[in-house]
Structures are given as structure tokens and as C-alpha cells.
T-cell receptor
Framework: QKEVEQNSGPLSVPEGAIASLNCTYSDRVSQSFFWYRQYSGKSPELIMSIYSNGDKEDGRFTAQLNKASQYVSLLIRDSQPSDSATYLCAVKVWDGGSQGNLIFGKGTKLSVKP | DAGVTQSPTHLIKTRGQQVTLRCSPKSGHDTVSWYQQALGQGPQFIFQYYEEEERQRGNFPDRFSGHQFPNYSSELNVNALLLGDSALYLC???????????FGEGSRLTVL
């Protein structure tokens, strides 16, 4: 059973701090990793994708991937109250050579306090 | 540039009824995937349509079926509704089966 695990939170950080969100996955052949942000009552919005080991930076967001440890993280620098949302980690799993589908974690709820 | 659009946005059904949800993909996208998101959970993959055929399917019963039309739009049908089918149903489109997914706003189904 392929699984994606996230701490459900809530994770509370003060405005301006760094928020660190973590995700582990069980499938060793997973190739692509994604972070989605979901505001309450809204649909998921893609904010970062990462495909190779190391760090990928986009503005205030940095995704980190360690395939050997089956671990992916998202850092949000200079957190703002508008970053308060649920962050979903998703992993694309390749199944027998066919195109993969996304498996999501349950999400981590982030609250940024002014 | 229109994003992914879904209809209806909200609907209420009773147990045993049938429901059809509709999705128009983002302009330029040819692949549609459907997800079910229960309250407090992450989205669960239902199935994916490409070239008017179901290409992949998640762990959902045959009560869940779908269709893709020549213009790439898609429908999700659920028969014999159960209380547990109450959820947010998300449509996501992509360019190709391996492309990045862009989600619509969802259809919130309540089964009474």
C-alpha cells in the first residue's frame, strides 16, 4: 500500500518566522513530488514541484527532497497570515510503466499568527 | 484563460439516488482526473480519462463511472449513493497523462 504521511498539525508560527512542513512516503519508485496549498473550502493550488534530490527555491518557498530517506519538505520563509492554509504533500507513483497518478497526504494545517 | 470549471458547485441528494458531476478542463489540457476529498482528508484518486478512455482507476467501486467527450470535458457519475459518498469532488486537468495537475473549485456533494 503506497502511503504519504504528514503531520496533521495544526502548526502555528508567528508572522515573519520560517514554517517547516514535512512529508514522508512509502514507495521507493516515486519520481515526482508536489506541494499543494488548500484554503478552507477551496480547491488545492499547486505551489511547488520537485523531481530530483536537493533543494528547489521559488520566492519564499523552498522544497527539499531526499529520496534515500523518502522525505520531502517545504519551507516557507517570512511567513504571512495569508499563508494560513492546509498544505498537501502529493507523490506521483509510477505503476507498471503506465502513467502515474497522485497520492496525497492528509495535509498539515498551518496557522500564521500576526 | 479559463481554468478548470466544475458544475454544480453544491448539491444535495438522498441515499440511493444517482448524481452526475461535470468538468471542463483548462484550455490546452487533454487529460482529466477525478478525486474525492472527504472532510479532513487528502484527495483520493478516482480515475483518469485521456483520449476518451479511462486510463487509470483508484480503489473505488463500480458505482463510480465516468466519461470524457471529444472536447476533453468529462463527467463523473455515481450510482446508488451512500452517506459515505458525501465529499468534495475535485476535477483536475493536465496536458498529457503525466502533466502537472490543475484543480477546479470542486463540487460539494451531500448525501442525506
Amino acid at each position: 500500500q503506497k502511503e504519504v504521511e504528514q503531520n496533521s498539525g495544526p502548526l502555528s508560527v508567528p508572522e515573519g518566522a520560517i514554517a517547516s512542513l514535512n512529508c514522508t512516503y512509502s514507495d521507493r519508485v516515486s519520481q515526482s513530488f508536489f506541494w499543494y496549498r488548500q484554503y478552507s473550502g477551496k480547491s488545492p493550488e499547486l505551489i511547488m514541484s520537485i523531481y530530483s534530490n536537493g533543494d528547489k527555491e521559488d520566492g519564499r518557498f523552498t522544497a527539499q527532497l531526499n529520496k534515500a530517506s523518502q522525505y520531502v519538505s517545504l519551507l516557507i520563509r517570512d511567513s504571512q497570515p495569508s499563508d494560513s492554509a492546509t498544505y498537501l504533500c502529493a507523490v506521483k507513483v509510477w505503476d507498471g510503466g503506465s502513467q502515474g497518478n497522485l497520492i496525497f497526504g492528509k495535509g498539515t494545517k498551518l496557522s500564521v499568527k500576526p | 484563460d479559463a481554468g478548470v470549471t466544475q458544475s454544480p458547485t453544491h448539491l444535495i441528494k438522498t441515499r440511493g439516488q444517482q448524481v452526475t458531476l461535470r468538468c471542463s478542463p483548462k484550455s490546452g489540457h487533454d487529460t482529466v482526473s477525478w478525486y474525492q476529498q472527504a472532510l479532513g482528508q487528502g484527495p483520493q484518486f478516482i480515475f483518469q480519462y485521456y483520449e476518451e478512455e479511462e486510463r487509470q482507476r483508484g480503489n473505488f467501486p463500480d458505482r463510480f463511472s465516468g466519461h470524457q467527450f471529444p472536447n476533453y470535458s468529462s463527467e463523473l457519475n455515481v450510482n446508488a449513493l451512500l452517506l459515505g459518498d458525501s465529499a468534495l469532488y475535485l476535477c483536475a486537468s493536465s496536458f498529457g497523462q503525466a502533466g502537472e495537475l490543475f484543480f477546479g473549485e470542486g463540487s460539494r456533494l451531500t448525501v442525506l
